[in-house]
């Protein structure tokens, strides 16, 4: 199944505003979903650029253990492991080797060129308890054979 991602921030395929990214504020946008199936137990969020100049997409946001009646994330999430708001989600880790390394870390791409953004939600048919703090690929490993839907917003940003 297809879940439809959006934000209040920006469309699909178009610019991030500064605010949300390594140059401005450094806010997470907000996200909304819809279609998440009735059966759903989580939800998911990944966010990645698989144009950075690395062997694998740089990660800017893993948020996890989101219960599954929640229909977007508010902008500014804080950069904790446990939050509050949603009850029980959780945030991974991001690539960013120090300062902020959980939670969200926006857009930064070296100059010459944009870069995409993929904010990826996922519908899971699962709690999965998963501790905050993992990395992306313990994530999507643990998401194998429970993802029920899935959709994503792509947004650009180029310095």
């Not at 599954?68 to 880790?93: M, Y």
């Not at 959980?102 to 699962?126: E, N, S, T």
Request: glycine share 12%; charged share 20%.
């Amino acid at each position: 199944m297809k879940l439809e991602v959006t934000s209040t921030a920006f469309g699909q395929d178009e610019g991030i505003p500064r605010k949300y990214t390594g140059e401005g504020e450094d806010l997470s946008p907000p996200l909304s979903w819809s279609g998440i199936p009735e059966q759903a137990r989580e939800i998911a969020v990944l966010c990645d650029d698989p144009d950075a100049p690395t062997p694998e997409p740089w990660v800017h946001w893993l948020i996890y253990g989101i219960p599954a009646q929640t229909s977007g994330l508010p902008e500014g999430v804080p950069n904790e492991p446990r939050l509050n708001h949603p009850p029980g989600a959780v945030q991974g880790k991001n690539s960013w080797p120090s300062g902020v390394t959980i939670g969200y870390r926006g857009p930064m791409p070296p100059p010459g060129g944009p870069h995409r953004y993929y904010f990826k939600v996922y519908a899971l048919d699962a709690e999965l308890g998963l501790e905050p703090g993992i990395e992306k690929q313990v994530l999507l490993r643990a998401l194998e054979g429970h993802v029920l839907a899935e959709g994503e917003l792509i947004g650009r940003y180029e310095r």
